[in-house]
């Protein structure tokens, strides 16, 4: 079916106009004044914004989708697409004896959905739950699933062994549909990890051109070196790309005209780096 939405007001990166736009199925066929087209049902959207969706690219709300496929709370703002699995939190792959501590853990950020959702093991699995929701998703695979599938909620250093599996195991979500890789390094188990371990997932990533999500550890001495002087060093090391979750706009510990300083370098080796900034000081 067509249709002709005729007299909105488009938002676009192109800028803001009034425009008709020529809709088929789902895709956007036609952008442009005065728009006909004899066999579509024509639409008045007088007085409308029209826009082809927000992305809103940093959520929590897999298994909010699960319990409602519309989700209305983002299809009400405008939001077309959800990326999810940020901060190293996620629930895909999954060994079966893990998933109901797993839900249980994390129920204060996902909340406790276990009577609506359909058991999975596998990252694909996963998607397809999520498939033909209201909203696209794309799903980062998360830090804390994969050293759950390999150690579980264990205090472990891993060492060449457990790194090799890791790496098997972040190389099969990358093939199912993951579009990246998301660390919660003040998170649980995440946290218990060194800055081999991410080195040696992250190379799994690059090789997909997957996005390497960082949610920074807390600087409290946990590995030598700082936070963000830590992804840095992880993205010199593998040509990842780089993308730093929530960046701190300013804190007490640290002037803020310091914060790019850790990506100087890599960027102008080459790295892609983007940040996501608070709206607030």
């Not at 298994?63 to 895909?92: E, M, W």
């Not at 998170?187 to 949610?215: K, M, N, R």
Request: hydrophobic letters at 35%.
């Amino acid at each position: 079916m067509k249709y002709l939405l005729k007299n909105g007001t488009v938002i676009s990166g192109a800028g803001t106009r009034k425009q008709d736009v020529l809709v088929e199925g789902e895709k956007i066929i036609k952008v442009g004044k005065e728009l006909s087209q004899p066999d579509a049902k024509v639409v008045d959207v007088s007085g409308k914004l029209l826009f082809p969706g927000f992305i809103d690219g940093h959520t929590h709300s897999e298994l909010n989708i699960l319990k409602n496929r519309q989700h209305p709370n983002a299809l009400y703002q405008g939001i077309s697409t959800v990326v999810t699995g940020q901060c190293g939190l996620g629930f895909a792959p999954m060994k079966p004896e893990l998933f109901e501590d797993s839900i249980k853990i994390n129920s204060g950020i996902f909340g406790d959905y276990r009577h609506y959702l359909k058991d999975w093991t596998t990252f694909g699995e996963f998607l397809n739950q999520l498939d033909g929701s209201g909203v696209n998703v794309a799903a980062n695979v998360s830090h804390n699933a994969i050293r759950q599938m390999v150690t579980g909620f264990k205090n472990v250093v891993w060492g060449e062994k457990e790194r090799r599996e890791a790496q098997e195991v972040i190389r099969q979500t990358m093939k199912e549909g993951a579009v990246g890789f998301s660390v919660g390094l003040s998170y649980y188990p995440g946290g218990y990890s060194d800055t081999e371990e991410l080195i040696a997932l992250c190379q799994i990533v690059q090789e997909y051109d997957g996005l390497f999500c960082v949610h920074q550890r807390l600087d409290d001495g946990q590995v030598p070196l700082r936070p963000r002087y830590e992804a840095a060093e992880i993205a010199r090391k593998t040509g990842v790309r780089l993308n730093m979750l929530h960046y701190r706009t300013g804190s007490m510990e640290e002037d803020y005209h310091t914060l790019f300083e850790p990506f100087k370098d890599i960027e102008a080796a080459g790295n892609k780096v983007y940040y996501e900034y608070y709206p607030y000081m």
